[in-house]
């Protein structure tokens, strides 16, 4: 049994977040993981304030008994209005990202939630502890979906933010197996953060063609694109090759946000358009060979790190 500050924060068995995750973690994604023992995210990032309002019923509904949180990306457009909502539906945990978390964590605390920021450096995990935030996720160059511009990899980042910070620290970022989580923990960090991983589990609402997809990645078939606008770690196809000839020709930001055009995320994760989508994956996807229940990958991580933790007690 792992027990650390983030178990106890949250009241979960296992110090595992099932990552928030556009277009992927919907209400079943999340109860999955609840249930198995992880803290479960539902990803509002991809929702309309209504649809996720049916998220978060279909969710208290499928898992009445354990904890769960929902995570709101604070440059979403709907971002003001799902503060207003999480607090209204009584939602006790947050994790915000890609914003500064000074923008709702008052709020969010006053309402008596949990919230937790996501960052990529170590000075700005100090800033969440500053801002009020009862944890930290400090996820490196390895993640899946947008990125820090700092292409620190979670080597490198967990062990600083772990000493810069006195909360709980959960690294996040190419963890996918209980090697990576004992190591994580090794680094300091007192939880994980699992997104790849997961997005490739049965009850992901990704498209089958992207979990086709992503068992099928090699370790070195993604790329970290659009560095100028949002950095987002993808998987390469041709929109991405297009994408990364108009970076390397130093191609303005009109033209970048052309390329873009509208949902492009949908259209790659949800729609299953393997060519012209945007598919939002982690390095850790090259270790995929399965999609298998979320509730059998999350205990095989938990085992994993505890035979891991053993293993290495013996090198001494
Ligand atoms: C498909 C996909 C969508 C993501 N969407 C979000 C999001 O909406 N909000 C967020 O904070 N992070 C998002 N992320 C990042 C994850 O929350 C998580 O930090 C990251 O996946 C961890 O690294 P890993 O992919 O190597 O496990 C996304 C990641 C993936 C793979």
Redesign the pocket.
Known sequence: MIRTRITELFGIEFPIIQ??????SGWRLAAASAEAGAMGLI?A??MTPDLLREHLRKMRKACPDKPWGV?L?LFFQYAEEMARILIEEKVRIV?T??GSPKKFTPRFKDAGMKVVH?TATPELAVKCEEAGVDAV?V?GF?????NGRDELTTMVLVPQAAVAVRIPVIA?????DGRGMAAALALGAEGV?????L?ATVESS?HENFKRAMVEASPTGTFLVLKKLVPARVIVNEWTRRVLDAEARGAAEQELLELIGEKRTKLG?FDGDLSEGEL?????VGAVREILPAGDVIRWIARGCEETLARLSTLT
């Open positions: 990552a928030g995750m556009i277009w992927v990803g990032g991809s995570n990306p994790f990202s890609g996501v996720v996820e390895e993640a899946g979906g947008h996040a970022g190419g963890i996918y953060q699992v997104g790849t991983r997005a990704a994760m939002q994956i982690g390095q850790a």
